[in-house]
Protein backbone atom coordinates (compact mmCIF):
# COMPACT_ATOMS: atom_id res chain seq x y z
CA UNK A 1 0.00 0.00 0.00
CA UNK A 2 1.48 2.87 -1.36
CA UNK A 3 1.68 5.81 1.14
CA UNK A 4 2.58 8.72 -0.34
CA UNK A 5 1.17 8.80 -3.98
CA UNK A 6 1.89 11.34 -6.93
CA UNK A 7 -0.51 10.44 -9.17
CA UNK A 8 0.88 12.13 -12.62
CA UNK A 9 3.77 10.40 -13.71
CA UNK A 10 4.16 12.88 -15.93
CA UNK A 11 3.66 17.07 -16.50
CA UNK A 12 4.82 19.66 -19.56
CA UNK A 13 4.47 23.23 -19.35
CA UNK A 14 5.70 26.30 -20.96
CA UNK A 15 8.29 28.01 -19.79
CA UNK A 16 7.46 31.18 -17.72
CA UNK A 17 4.15 29.38 -17.07
CA UNK A 18 3.50 27.81 -13.48
CA UNK A 19 4.64 24.30 -12.76
CA UNK A 20 1.78 22.78 -10.24
CA UNK A 21 3.15 19.01 -8.76
CA UNK A 22 0.98 17.15 -7.04
CA UNK A 23 1.15 14.75 -3.96
CA UNK A 24 -1.29 13.16 -1.40
CA UNK A 25 -0.27 10.93 1.81
CA UNK A 26 -2.05 8.70 3.42
CA UNK A 27 -0.64 8.26 6.77
CA UNK A 28 -1.45 10.35 9.45
CA UNK A 29 1.88 10.38 11.41
CA UNK A 30 3.45 12.14 8.72
CA UNK A 31 4.11 15.10 9.91
CA UNK A 32 6.83 16.41 7.66
CA UNK A 33 6.51 16.98 4.41
CA UNK A 34 9.94 17.30 1.07
CA UNK A 35 10.19 17.79 -2.24
CA UNK A 36 12.93 16.11 -4.30
CA UNK A 37 14.54 16.98 -7.30
CA UNK A 38 16.16 14.57 -9.74
CA UNK A 39 17.91 14.82 -12.82
CA UNK A 40 18.93 11.29 -15.25
CA UNK A 41 22.33 9.68 -13.64
CA UNK A 42 22.27 11.64 -10.60
CA UNK A 43 20.61 10.85 -6.69
CA UNK A 44 17.88 13.25 -5.44
CA UNK A 45 18.60 16.53 -4.20
CA UNK A 46 16.72 18.54 -1.80
CA UNK A 47 14.20 21.34 -3.53
CA UNK A 48 11.94 22.47 -0.30
CA UNK A 49 10.15 21.06 2.48
CA UNK A 50 7.31 22.29 5.11
CA UNK A 51 6.53 20.97 8.43
CA UNK A 52 2.91 20.53 9.57
CA UNK A 53 2.45 22.99 11.66
CA UNK A 54 2.45 25.64 8.17
CA UNK A 55 0.78 25.53 5.38
CA UNK A 56 2.77 27.41 3.25
CA UNK A 57 6.80 27.65 2.48
CA UNK A 58 8.31 29.50 0.16
CA UNK A 59 11.92 29.63 -1.11
CA UNK A 60 12.37 31.65 -4.34
CA UNK A 61 10.68 30.85 -7.44
CA UNK A 62 9.74 27.16 -5.34
CA UNK A 63 6.24 27.55 -3.13
CA UNK A 64 4.95 24.18 -1.12
CA UNK A 65 1.66 24.29 0.11
CA UNK A 66 -0.24 21.42 2.91
CA UNK A 67 -3.35 20.79 3.32
CA UNK A 68 -3.22 18.82 6.12
CA UNK A 69 -7.38 17.74 6.45
CA UNK A 70 -7.32 16.67 3.00
CA UNK A 71 -3.75 15.03 3.46
CA UNK A 72 -2.49 16.97 0.37
CA UNK A 73 0.77 19.37 -0.94
CA UNK A 74 1.75 20.65 -3.85
CA UNK A 75 4.52 22.16 -5.82
CA UNK A 76 4.46 25.23 -7.58
CA UNK A 77 7.27 26.63 -9.40
CA UNK A 78 6.77 29.95 -11.19
CA UNK A 79 8.10 30.82 -13.47
CA UNK A 80 8.78 27.21 -14.62
CA UNK A 81 12.26 27.54 -16.40
CA UNK A 82 13.43 24.54 -18.77
CA UNK A 83 16.50 24.13 -16.18
CA UNK A 84 13.75 22.76 -14.00
CA UNK A 85 12.81 19.45 -15.93
CA UNK A 86 13.64 16.70 -13.49
CA UNK A 87 11.77 13.92 -12.35
CA UNK A 88 10.28 15.58 -8.86
CA UNK A 89 9.86 13.33 -5.57
CA UNK A 90 7.35 14.22 -3.03
CA UNK A 91 8.74 12.22 0.28
CA UNK A 92 6.88 12.54 3.89
CA UNK A 93 8.03 11.89 7.41
CA UNK A 94 7.10 10.84 10.41
CA UNK A 95 9.95 13.55 12.11
CA UNK A 96 11.80 12.71 15.02
CA UNK A 97 15.34 12.59 15.15
CA UNK A 98 18.46 10.33 14.22
CA UNK A 99 17.04 6.94 12.87
CA UNK A 100 13.31 7.98 13.31
CA UNK A 101 14.36 10.54 10.30
CA UNK A 102 13.47 8.32 7.55
CA UNK A 103 11.67 8.89 4.28
CA UNK A 104 8.67 7.82 2.17
CA UNK A 105 8.53 8.57 -1.23
CA UNK A 106 6.50 8.45 -3.70
CA UNK A 107 7.09 7.29 -7.52
CA UNK A 108 7.50 11.12 -8.93
CA UNK A 109 6.64 13.26 -11.57
CA UNK A 110 8.36 14.25 -14.63
CA UNK A 111 8.29 17.82 -15.23
CA UNK A 112 9.19 18.85 -18.66
CA UNK A 113 9.31 22.42 -19.42
CA UNK A 114 9.61 23.66 -23.25
CA UNK A 115 11.17 26.65 -24.52
CA UNK B 1 30.12 17.39 -5.58
CA UNK B 2 27.33 16.59 -3.29
CA UNK B 3 29.14 15.00 0.10
CA UNK B 4 28.17 11.90 -0.52
CA UNK B 5 30.07 9.84 -2.96
CA UNK B 6 29.28 6.50 -3.95
CA UNK B 7 31.29 3.85 -5.83
CA UNK B 8 30.95 2.24 -8.25
CA UNK B 9 28.47 4.49 -10.42
CA UNK B 10 27.61 1.15 -12.18
CA UNK B 11 27.85 -2.41 -12.17
CA UNK B 12 27.12 -5.54 -14.00
CA UNK B 13 27.40 -8.89 -12.13
CA UNK B 14 26.18 -12.28 -12.60
CA UNK B 15 23.94 -14.13 -10.25
CA UNK B 16 26.54 -15.97 -8.42
CA UNK B 17 28.74 -13.12 -7.61
CA UNK B 18 29.56 -11.33 -4.32
CA UNK B 19 30.28 -7.78 -4.91
CA UNK B 20 30.66 -4.73 -2.59
CA UNK B 21 28.85 -1.63 -3.03
CA UNK B 22 30.52 1.50 -1.13
CA UNK B 23 29.21 4.99 -0.04
CA UNK B 24 31.64 7.78 1.90
CA UNK B 25 30.11 11.04 3.48
CA UNK B 26 32.12 14.00 3.86
CA UNK B 27 29.16 15.88 5.90
CA UNK B 28 29.63 14.90 9.76
CA UNK B 29 26.08 13.51 9.43
CA UNK B 30 25.26 10.58 12.26
CA UNK B 31 23.34 8.79 9.98
CA UNK B 32 23.33 6.80 6.68
CA UNK B 33 20.97 4.96 4.65
CA UNK B 34 20.50 2.26 1.68
CA UNK B 35 17.53 3.23 -0.62
CA UNK B 36 17.14 0.95 -3.93
CA UNK B 37 15.06 2.76 -7.03
CA UNK B 38 13.21 0.36 -9.48
CA UNK B 39 11.77 1.42 -13.10
CA UNK B 40 8.15 2.65 -11.91
CA UNK B 41 8.25 2.00 -8.18
CA UNK B 42 8.93 4.13 -5.65
CA UNK B 43 12.26 5.07 -3.84
CA UNK B 44 12.04 2.28 -1.14
CA UNK B 45 13.94 2.61 2.16
CA UNK B 46 16.56 -0.98 2.88
CA UNK B 47 18.39 0.01 5.91
CA UNK B 48 19.53 2.50 8.12
CA UNK B 49 22.20 3.27 10.63
CA UNK B 50 22.42 5.54 12.95
CA UNK B 51 25.34 6.34 15.06
CA UNK B 52 26.87 3.58 13.33
CA UNK B 53 24.13 0.85 14.73
CA UNK B 54 21.41 -0.62 12.19
CA UNK B 55 18.24 0.36 13.52
CA UNK B 56 16.06 -0.14 10.72
CA UNK B 57 15.89 -3.21 8.05
CA UNK B 58 12.49 -3.06 5.93
CA UNK B 59 12.50 -6.77 5.28
CA UNK B 60 15.52 -6.85 2.63
CA UNK B 61 16.41 -10.49 1.89
CA UNK B 62 19.25 -11.68 3.13
CA UNK B 63 21.36 -11.50 0.29
CA UNK B 64 21.72 -7.65 0.64
CA UNK B 65 24.40 -7.32 3.83
CA UNK B 66 24.90 -3.89 5.27
CA UNK B 67 28.36 -2.78 7.16
CA UNK B 68 28.61 0.40 8.71
CA UNK B 69 32.66 0.67 9.82
CA UNK B 70 32.19 4.20 11.02
CA UNK B 71 29.82 7.48 11.23
CA UNK B 72 31.16 8.02 7.25
CA UNK B 73 31.04 4.98 5.50
CA UNK B 74 28.22 2.39 4.18
CA UNK B 75 28.36 -0.79 2.35
CA UNK B 76 26.05 -2.71 0.64
CA UNK B 77 27.38 -6.60 0.14
CA UNK B 78 26.17 -8.44 -2.43
CA UNK B 79 25.98 -12.02 -3.36
CA UNK B 80 23.20 -14.52 -4.88
CA UNK B 81 21.64 -11.70 -6.76
CA UNK B 82 18.68 -11.80 -8.81
CA UNK B 83 17.99 -10.22 -12.32
CA UNK B 84 15.02 -8.48 -10.30
CA UNK B 85 17.38 -6.81 -8.06
CA UNK B 86 18.81 -4.50 -11.16
CA UNK B 87 18.21 -1.21 -9.62
CA UNK B 88 19.65 2.17 -8.86
CA UNK B 89 21.10 2.09 -5.08
CA UNK B 90 20.98 5.09 -3.49
CA UNK B 91 23.16 5.87 -0.19
CA UNK B 92 22.18 8.76 2.22
CA UNK B 93 23.00 10.88 4.97
CA UNK B 94 21.52 13.11 7.65
CA UNK B 95 22.19 14.76 10.65
CA UNK B 96 19.84 14.63 13.31
CA UNK B 97 17.39 16.97 12.70
CA UNK B 98 18.12 17.94 9.04
CA UNK B 99 17.32 17.18 5.39
CA UNK B 100 18.63 13.64 3.47
CA UNK B 101 21.16 13.95 1.35
CA UNK B 102 21.58 11.41 -1.43
CA UNK B 103 24.80 10.50 -3.60
CA UNK B 104 24.10 9.82 -7.12
CA UNK B 105 23.90 6.13 -7.04
CA UNK B 106 25.12 2.63 -8.43
CA UNK B 107 23.21 1.64 -11.72
CA UNK B 108 23.43 -2.19 -10.63
CA UNK B 109 22.49 -4.51 -13.17
CA UNK B 110 22.44 -8.37 -12.51
CA UNK B 111 22.73 -10.53 -15.66
Known amino acids: DQQVKQNSPSLSVQEGRISILNCDYTNSMFDYFLWYKKYPAEGPTFLISISSIKDKNEDGRFTVFLNKSAKHLSLHIVPSQPGDSAVYFCAASPGGGGSNYKLTFGKGTLLTVNP | ETGVTQTPRHLVMGMTNKKSLKCEQH?????MYWYKQSAKKPLELMFV???????ENNSVPSRFSPECPNSSHLFLHLHTLQPEDSALYLC??????????FGQGTRLTVV
Open chain 2, 27 to 31: LGHNA
Open chain 2, 49 to 55: YSLEERV
Open chain 2, 92 to 101: ASSQEFGETF
